[in-house]
């Protein structure tokens, strides 16, 4: 499904544009991943396919996103020393990611900053997408420094409004239902015996935000209690709003909690929308 959305917006460079992708490269190995480059950052992002079920007639995957700072942007300061060295190093290639040959030698934890899953039935056409990050990827040494705090709901969120833009073109459905959740967050500390461990941090928030897109608004696929089982639980110190839209159209005031907004206008306005792919053009342009 994911290699379906990045199919879409190579075809179509106004959809690209509007969504602020430069570029998508699949990357070939033993798990279904790609690269993907953003107008908005100049690193580059991964996302890779962790863990995949079907259940029932859903099918569930779970996937990984991974930023890789540019060595030149000030953000690089906030990963950790061995990223920042990673990045630099023998082991990234010109264009900001892993080359192929040491994909394998880059220890698996380094440049995680979020978690996405997509949960969807083919059969009644609706689809799900849920993303988890903490408002900081925290670790802290044995004395209390802190070695990482890279913005993972900020950088994650990033890529995800623009996965689901892909998705609202490509289905032509909105969001129907949505749900926000705010908990006290984590951070990674060491442990007895040398390995890290989360522990609570009241520095830190956990962001969760689920959108439900299927075909009519009004008749959601699914009941509310359905679609929130679906998402991670909220601790009782947390807290979730929801959201459900009557209509096809956006409405800032339903997209937004506490007065902040929350959800892209792009997930409405793409849905409406159908642009001719400058490659199957006569003459190469998007009008004929």
């Not at 934890?109 to 056409?125: C, M, P, T, W």
Request: proline share 8%; glycine share 12%.
């Amino acid at each position: 499904m994911v290699d379906a959305l990045w199919l879409s917006a190579t075809w179509v460079e106004r959809l690209r544009r509007e969504l602020g992708l430069a570029g998508m490269h699949q990357v070939w190995g033993d798990r279904p991943a790609w690269y993907v480059w953003t107008s908005d950052a100049p690193g580059a992002y991964g996302l890779e396919l962790l863990h995949a079920e079907g259940e029932g007639g859903l099918v569930r995957g779970l996937l990984g996103i991974k930023y890789y700072p540019s060595p030149s942007e000030d953000l690089r300061a906030a990963f950790s020393q061995e990223e920042r060295d990673t990045v630099a190093g023998v082991r990234f290639d010109p264009s900001g990611t892993p080359a192929f040959e040491a994909r394998d030698e880059i220890p698996a934890h380094l440049f995680q900053v979020g978690a996405l899953e997509i949960v969807g039935d083919l059969e009644r056409n609706w689809c799900g997408f849920s993303l988890a990050a903490l408002s900081a990827c925290r670790k802290v040494g044995p004395d209390g420094g802190l070695l990482r705090r890279p913005p993972g709901w900020r950088l994650s969120h990033v890529l995800f409004a623009k996965l689901l833009g892909l998705h609202a073109y490509a289905s032509k459905h909105t969001p129907v239902l949505a749900a926000f959740s705010q908990e006290p967050g984590l951070e990674l500390a060491p442990a007895p015996g040398g390995c890290d461990e989360a522990r609570p941090c009241a520095l830190n928030q956990a962001y969760g935000l689920g959108v439900l897109f299927g075909p009519e608004p009004g008749n959601l696929p699914l009941s509310r209690e359905a679609w929130l089982e679906l998402l991670p639980e909220v601790s009782p110190g947390g807290h979730r709003w929801e959201k459900a839209f009557a209509c096809r159209h956006y409405h800032p005031w339903e997209a937004a909690v506490d007065g902040r907004p929350a959800l892209d206008p792009q997930w409405w306005r793409l849905a409406q929308v159908g642009y001719t792919s400058e490659l199957a053009s006569a003459c190469g342009c998007a009008h004929c």
